[in-house]
């Protein structure tokens, strides 16, 4: 069966089965560490082995988790690609020469969003998804608790919110950072951390996952969750009574980023990798595993109920800035400082 019937056939191989049309290339071996959802690279290594000779070595981490691996194996690296996951630790990544600069001849397919990625790191790393930050509650426990319904960032300070909020933390969550680094770009970084530490008294964990608050808050045991839209989608199709909200402020918005790793073993390989990612079939494909972030090639389907970012009031975020390696520490640093350890 082709990729193209299996995709429109809906045929099940761990999640959906999906073969190309094109012929199996280069035997051997792949390292990837995926920083996207669980089922979604699963799906992914599936999809890529039934087309190619090669065997996936795959291990899934959060995207400060991914590339703390990355820097820590710089002098003798162990993976060859990393797929997924904001884009900042990727910039951050390139900045400090540990991804290899690569050009897919598919770049004139891509998204504008997705190019700049590729620009701002020169060349050694792309756009393959964007998705908007995002506040979801889950509906029956804000009306059991008689909680006012969060609309804007600086509702979340209200102490009537206290004990009720999940975010991730951003030193292990790509999420949890571009939220950290919007509200600086809204707010200035003194406004900004004010409200991260009015926030924090309503905060009952900080999360390693950056998704991790909004399933949560769909089975109950939160009642809101901080993190990318279309994580809130993904529950909400799955059968939660969970509310999406696009805060009155404006909110940011992630390039989730793929890299080639300096030094990689299995390069060429890796290189096969990537051109399978920004292929639009394969793009298309991203609905089958519950995952609705906006596709990077112009030719892919965009999911069912994928927030629009057209429509949406985002701000202009400077990913040159906010994944700069030095940015990222002093906030980081600060967040640990005052937010973090500060009582509740």
Same mark, same amino acid.
């Given at each position: &069966? ?5 995709? !429109? ?10 073969? &190309?049309?094109? %012929? ?33 070595? &795959? ?41 290899? +600069? ?27 998804? +964007? ?16 909680? %006012? +319904? %969060? ?7 209200? %102490?009537?919110?206290?004990?009720? *909020? ?20 809204? !707010? ?39 993190? !990318? ?31 080639? *790793? ?13 051109? !399978? ?68």
């Amino acid at each position: &069966m082709t990729f193209k019937n299996a995709l !429109f056939a809906g045929v099940a191989v761990a999640g959906l089965a999906v073969t &190309m049309a094109m %012929p199996a290339n280069a035997a051997g071996r792949l390292n990837v560490i995926c920083s996207a959802d669980n089922e979604w690279c699963e799906m992914m290594e599936n999809a890529f082995e039934l087309e190619h000779d090669i065997d996936v070595s &795959m291990v899934r981490k959060s995207s400060g988790e991914a590339y703390a691996q990355v820097r820590a194996e710089a002098a003798n690296p162990k993976l060859d690609i990393w797929w997924g996951g904001t884009g900042d630790p990727h910039l951050q990544a390139a900045a400090e020469g540990l991804t290899e +600069a690569y050009t897919s001849p598919q770049m004139g397919d891509l998204q504008d969003w997705a190019v700049r990625q590729h620009k701002n790191a020169d060349g050694r790393t792309v756009g393959i998804y +964007a998705g908007a930050l995002g506040i979801g509650y889950n509906n029956d426990l804000l009306k059991e608790k008689g909680l %006012p +319904a %969060p609309k804007c960032w600086k509702d979340l300070a209200d %102490p009537a919110y206290k004990g009720e *909020i999940q975010i991730a933390n951003p030193n292990s969550s790509g999420t949890s950072y571009t939220t950290l680094a919007t509200l600086v770009q809204l !707010f200035g970084e003194e406004e900004a951390f004010d409200l991260l530490k009015a926030m924090h008294k309503n905060v009952n964990q900080y999360t390693k996952s950056g998704s991790a608050p909004i399933k949560a808050a769909a089975v109950g045991e939160t009642t809101i969750g901080i993190t !990318f839209m279309h994580d809130m989608i993904a529950q909400i199709k799955q059968g939660a009574n969970v509310t999406v909200v696009s805060p009155c402020e404006g909110t940011g918005y992630e390039v989730g980023s793929m890299s080639i *790793i300096k030094g990689a073993r299995n390069l060429e390989n890796a290189k096969i990798w990537a051109e !399978f990612a920004l292929d639009p079939r394969t793009q298309s494909i991203a609905e089958g595993a519950h995952s609705y972030q906006v596709p990077s090639n112009t030719n892919a389907r965009v999911p069912d109920g994928a927030p629009r970012l057209q429509d949406l009031k985002l701000i202009d975020y400077d990913f040159a800035k906010y994944g700069d390696a030095e940015t990222r520490r002093s906030l980081l640093s600060r967040w640990d400082n005052e937010v973090k350890n500060a009582p509740q």
